[in-house]
């Protein structure tokens, strides 16, 4: 009997006293319900893993193509797990909260400069290097999520072209990496982690 099963097993016990308590809330507001799902999802993703959860794939779909302003943070949870099926699509943000009513005021619109950057090597198993491709002076953060959007680590952006992370900590699977500047633009990759 080791270490790593009783670990295992306290975890399972946890997350199914989250998803008992998950389920008794009875939401009446559209994020309440959204977030209600996501956590669902969120919950029997370790148990049964991500490819097993690909049944609430529908669910996860009609979130995220909700106006972010009303369906609240769930929609950007759901983005990030459908982007763990199909990393290409695309959300029009504008029309769905238009349906709504919902706008914005048009800005004059600035000059952007894309952020890129690579994951060498990707998969990684120890540790992976972040080249960072455009300039560094208006880059700000760096920043490793889980597919479902919750922030594991995040770290400053200072004055190199590299930054390694240190991933032997963590468990396999599929993360975002994302890198942000000052204006609050972001790009982001996939990485795979093996162990």
């Known amino acids: 009997y080791s270490i790593r099963s009783s670990m295992s097993n306290t975890q399972n016990e946890r997350l199914g ?8 809330v009875q939401p009446t507001e559209v994020p309440e319900y959204n977030q209600t799902i996501m956590q669902d999802i969120m919950l029997q993703a370790p ?3 991500m490819d097993s959860v690909a049944s609430r794939y529908q669910d996860a779909w009609a979130i995220a193509q909700q106006c972010p302003y009303s369906g609240g943070a769930a929609v950007y949870q759901a983005r990030n797990f459908i ?26 619109a600035k000059n952007y400069e894309a952020v ?4 060498m090597p990707n998969p990684a198993t120890n540790s992976v290097d972040v080249i ?3 300039k560094i002076n208006t880059l700000k953060k760096i920043t490793l999520r889980t597919m479902l ?3 594991i680590n995040q770290w400053k952006v200072e004055d190199a072209k590299r930054y390694t992370i240190y991933i032997h ?3 396999p699977g599929i993360y975002i990496v994302e890198v942000a500047d000052n204006a609050g633009n972001y790009e982001k990759r996939k990485l795979i982690i093996q162990k």
């Not at 006293?17 to 008794?24: G, L, P, T």
């Not at 199909?86 to 706008?103: F, H, K, P, T």
């Not at 890129?116 to 994951?119: H, N, P, T, V, Y």
Request: charged share 20%.
């Open 169 to 171: 900590n963590y468990l």
């Open 116 to 119: 890129e950057f690579e994951l």
């Open 47 to 49: 148990i049964i893993g």
């Open 83 to 108: 982007a763990y099926f199909n990393d290409s699509v695309a959300y029009d943000d504008v029309a769905s909260c238009l349906q709504q009513g919902i706008y914005r005021k048009g800005e004059v």
């Open 132 to 134: 960072i491709l455009s």
């Open 149 to 151: 959007g919750q922030t």
């Open 17 to 24: 006293e989250a998803d008992s308590i998950n389920q008794i």
